[in-house]
């Protein structure tokens, strides 16, 4: 990440008198101190400065091309290092890609009659039963592990899988429900929910995803 920030620092510092850059270095600017400032930090948060980064990095290759002879080799070698930081961070960033989700739980889950939750909602855009849950008025929870990250929670900082308040209210929303898919180890869910989400009938399963019908 220091690598990648002195990458854009050094780039920005070569456009400083540049006046049609001057909105890209404070979208620049703007983007990577709320990314600095976050308080949690994920891997997908980097899109939010990919675009005005690559901008004037890309400003910076042009006007060290476009520079004196004398200057445009320490230039070029200057910004393909850091052009090479930042793109080993983003490759480094990038997240495992996995198969097509399963269709034939698509198909199961489009069959329910009523609302479908699942403690990611990657899931229901997957199934394409989102769309359908937000026309029926059903609950979705767009972030279900974020709550727990609210400072006014009274108990802020508990590690989910002790947090019993937020067991109940997680377990009450995914039996909310007429069909659930729960499946990520990150929402934290404890021996007992998962004792109970076990226990509720499986309505299809495919490649490890299991929808369930909640019970009472």
């Given amino acids: 990440m220091a690598g990648g920030c002195a990458a854009v620092a ?3 510092w070569s456009l400083r008198s540049d006046r049609p850059a001057r909105l890209f270095l404070a979208l620049t600017a703007a983007a990577v101190l709320t990314l ?3 308080p949690t930090t994920f891997r ?4 939010l400065a990919a675009v005005p980064v690559s901008v004037v990095l890309g400003l910076a290759v042009q006007r060290v091309r476009d520079g004196p002879v004398r200057h445009r080799r320490a230039g070029q070698a200057l910004v ?3 052009a090479a930081v930042v793109v080993a961070g ?5 997240g495992p890609v996995n198969g097509p989700f399963p269709r034939v739980l698509a198909a199961a889950a489009r069959r329910v009659d009523g609302c479908v939750t699942a403690d990611d909602p990657t899931a229901l855009v997957l199934m394409d039963t989102l769309a359908r849950d937000l026309a029926r008025g059903c609950r979705v929870w767009v972030d279900v592990s974020g709550l727990t990250y609210d400072p006014a929670r009274p108990t802020h900082g508990t590690p989910r ?3 019993r308040p937020w067991q109940h209210e997680v377990l009450e929303y995914l039996a909310s429900g007429a069909a659930t898919l729960v499946h990520r180890d990150a929402t934290g869910l404890d021996a007992a929910s998962r004792e109970t989400v076990a226990g509720w009938p499986v309505l299809a399963q495919a490649d490890g995803y299991r929808l369930r019908a909640p019970g009472p």
């Fill in 80 to 82: 393909a290092g850091g």
């Fill in 36 to 38: 600095l400032a976050s």
């Fill in 161 to 163: 899988r002790q947090d």
């Fill in 90 to 94: 983003a490759v480094m960033s990038l």
């Fill in 44 to 47: 997908h948060y980097g899109a």
């Fill in 10 to 12: 050094l780039a920005a």
